[in-house]
């Protein structure tokens, strides 16, 4: 089965220190999210960065931008729990847990 995807837009802290790139807190990840995607027709968001602690944000964000939200973490999660056999739904963390 194939696929297309088009990707929109892409936004960046562009920090390459990864020390300093853990310390960029959730209100800076939520503040950059809805500012550079509120005005956006859009399906999906991947915030991407294994140090920006954003799990959290994904039901937020989700419920505030109309749109699906996930992490690299969020999906490393869901698909490890899927592997090991683990199908539990958990509605209260966002759509990718819901199946």
Known sequence: MAYEYSIAKSVAFSEIDDNR?????????SDAAIDEFSREKIDLIFISYTSLRAFELVSILGD?????????????????LRLSGINDK???KEKLFKN
């Open 21 to 29: 790139a853990g310390k960029i807190t959730t209100a800076s990840i």
């Open 64 to 80: 505030k931008l109309q749109c699906k939200i996930t992490t690299s973490k969020h999906g490393l999660a869901w698909h490890m």
């Open 90 to 92: 958990h509605s209260d």
